[in-house]
């Protein structure tokens, strides 16, 4: 059941982001919007849709740069360590643990005039709104729930006289198992995916040939799995926005080998060990 929730929550991350581009409903502002909250409900670990909006639109602007927020939140540009793989799953801890450095490298941007004040608002409104109501509740309960079933099976706690406890665990588990673990695992796999196939730190502002490769290596068909086939598709995107993410499919064998031709890169693994940056000159 995990894995079949994780699945279809897949689908509905492809749904949010051709919504973010306007592809659907966008005369009928009550489908749109409507549409978003479902998608977001179901993937409630996730960034409010109608603030990503603009994380997202930043993304396709400056992708790779340090201000390149969406990506820098999914551990885009970390370097390859138990830390990242820690935190590839979870926004709030990633967060958490890398506020001090990334505060310091978003400020000095701002200082050059890379981000603008108005950007600087939207951060910080995104951090203070963006996890709530969902997010950073279910999160923090989430490891307070494993901790709680991690000390009961190892016997060092023994909460099965107590109620209430009873009660609550009857309620929460099976939000866990619905929505949070599937959510986690789904997550998993995008970060997993999204923070490798996007270059970091040496893309040529807008340049869409440098900005990703095309990550689609056999052994990354579990993780593809749960994220519509991300790492074959999404290049595709940077290069044709406007299209939906079943077309993105359908059209990929013909897409890829226009794009080798023309120098997009394709499963540079070696990348993995750069701190996701490419291997080309900046132009
Ligand atoms: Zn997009
Ligand atoms: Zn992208």
Redesign the pocket.
Known sequence: MVFWIAFWTSILHELE?DLI?GLYFKKNKWIHNFMLFFVWFFRPLTLNPWMRRYW?NYH?QHSGKVVDIEERGVTNGEKWSLKRLLITPDLVLGFLLRFHRLQKEILDEHRKGNFSDKDFKKLRQTILFGLLPFGIPLTFYFYFWVIIHGLTYFNLLDLGQNASFQLLDSITSPIMFVFVIPNLIRQFCLHFITSNMHYYGNVEDGNIIQQTQVLNVWWTWPFQLFCFNFGSTHSI?HFI?METFYNRQLIARRAHSIMKNNGVHFNDIKSFSRANRGDFEVL
């Open positions: 982001h581009h997202h396709h995107h926005v």
